[in-house]
């Protein structure tokens, strides 16, 4: 990503073939802006091959972002996030001054590139991210198109406290609402989750967004809209229900994760309505010969709530003589539902 545009800097960088560190942290502890963004560039050009080496600059670089008057704040906030991606825990006691940065500056160019930042350190340390959760999606829904990046960052919290992220919902449904195909990879996984969480929405009005998703040629989104259901399906089989006879394309997918996502949204619905498989149930008997453990896993399950007799042949084999521990159990347990 380039910088912000300006004049012509002088040339005091130095080579990264050798990259001398303690000149340019003492070119970034001058005040003189000049110095401090010809060794802010000097980082940039290092960080393609020798990343590791612009570790010790992290604190710095931090200082100059509670410098309001600084011209070249992206240039600062691209090295943040490239620093990140090396090494999160260094860059992850930063995280504060970075919240007060784009709560601050919303609409400025560095900001995306400090939600970027933000979303690798709570991939690898969400704990660090977390009490900033609503603060952050005030920023994603004060920016102009809903950030990618803001979303990640709510949905790496998430993945550890889904209760974190209940104050964000409004801006997740909205930025569904809004654009489901380019924000629904970050959107869906994160409501379905807070949907199973020990607070989960009052009002399910995404669930017909993610419906219209479950035959979407893009994979990850198909993938996660069927994954949302499923979890919404534990908490509220009807809401999803109508879906259930329209997953065949979805049980045969190329893609693993859809397949084994579509069977345990037939199971929760099919466990807690006792409604017939319907045109799901030859697919369904068609995973338990599936490459996927996960895939032959649910499907044991579906077709146990399902009562499917036609599947009690090949639920004995997989219960003997499937190598996972997981399709056995499933397998076994379906056995005895069909008993």
Known sequence: MDGEGGEAVEQRRVDADSFDLPSVLAQLDRREPTDQRAAVETIRDTLDERPGDCV???PKLRALLEQPALEFHESVAYCLA????ESPADVAPSVDVIVSFVEANADQPATRELLRCLAVVADEQPSAVIEH???IADVVDRRSGYDDWGLRVIQQVSRTTPTAVHSALPVLTDALAADPETNGVPVLPTLGRLTRSETPPETLGFVERAIDLVDHDDPPLRRNAIGCLADVAHHAPAAVEPV???????LESADPETRANAAVLLARVTAATGRDLGPAREPLLELLTDDFDRARANACVALGHGRVEAAADRLETLAADDPASIVRERADWALDRLS
Not at 82 to 85: D, F, I, N, S
Not at 244 to 250: F, Q, S
């Open 56 to 58: 010790p600059t992290v």
């Open 82 to 85: 490239e620093l990140a991606a």
């Open 133 to 135: 959760t609503a603060t």
């Open 244 to 250: 259930c006879d329209d997953l065949g394309g979805a």
